[in-house]
């Protein structure tokens, strides 16, 4: 069965740090890694990772992928409170159209 | 342009009644997908349509649960006899397409709580 584990669960840290949010993954015929911001209900999409070691960045956000050892991880430089949310990854298998997500991190900024 | 919408928003009911739950996708969005978003979870994919064909049901956790989308459009996710098991987060989300870089945004769900 396909499964996405996300690491940690929950984090907090103080604004202006940088975290670092984990992705692995057991997915059969691997298409592609999603990332996910949710703040209240709807998740909003952040990145889409398809090939290794190419970085997708997106101001202070950063995200890439390692085929290799089934992972991916999501990087926030100078964390803003406004950044607090639950942060979803998710896989995709080739052929196939549902998302697998991992249980989510929670990410809280204290100012 | 307009994002996904759900209605409601927020939905109780008592166990054993019917709900159901509606989904407008992004306009020109010709897939769409049902998900469940239990406390402290990842969401879990239900059913997936096409058009207005359920292409992938593969989700859906028993016989009690149905979805249609007649038009091509509008979806609707139909719960018989709820359970208390029930209560969670439904999300709807749309694609362009449903090529293998085809995003799925998602709408701001409906919190289904059966008491």
């Known amino acids: 069965e396909d499964k996405v584990v996300q690491s940690p669960l929950s984090l907090v840290v103080h604004e202006g740090d940088t975290v670092t949010l984990n992705c692995s993954y057991e997915?059969?015929?691997?298409?592609?890694l999603l990332w996910y911001k949710q703040e209240k209900k709807a998740p909003t999409f952040l990145f889409m990772l398809?090939?290794?070691?190419i970085e997708k960045k997106s101001g202070r956000l950063s995200s890439i992928l390692d085929k290799k050892e089934l992972f991916s991880i999501l990087n926030i430089t100078a964390t803003q409170t406004g950044d607090s949310a639950v942060y979803l990854c998710?896989?995709?298998?080739?052929?196939?159209?549902?998302?697998?997500f991992g249980q989510g991190t929670r990410l809280t900024i204290n100012p | 342009g307009a994002g996904v919408s759900q209605t409601p928003s927020n939905k109780v009911t008592e166990k054993g009644k019917y709900v159901e739950l509606r989904c407008d996708p992004i306009?020109?969005?010709?897939?769409l997908y049902w998900y469940r978003q239990s406390l402290g979870q990842g969401p879990e994919f239900l059913i997936y349509?096409?058009?207005?064909?359920?292409?992938?049901d593969s989700g859906l956790p028993n016989d009690r649960f149905f979805a249609v989308r007649p038009e091509g459009s509008v979806s609707t996710l139909k719960i018989q006899r709820t359970e208390r098991g029930d209560s969670a987060v439904y999300l709807c989300?749309?694609?362009?397409?449903?090529?293998?870089?085809?995003?799925?945004?998602f709408g701001p769900g409906t919190r289904l709580t059966v008491l």
């Open positions: 349509f096409q058009g207005t064909g359920a292409a992938d």
């Open positions: 306009s020109g969005h010709t897939a």
């Open positions: 989300a749309s694609s362009l397409g449903s090529g293998a870089t085809d995003t799925q945004y």
């Open positions: 997915v059969t015929n691997f298409r592609s």
């Open positions: 398809t090939s290794s070691g």
């Open positions: 998710a896989a995709r298998a080739q052929g196939a159209q549902k998302l697998v």
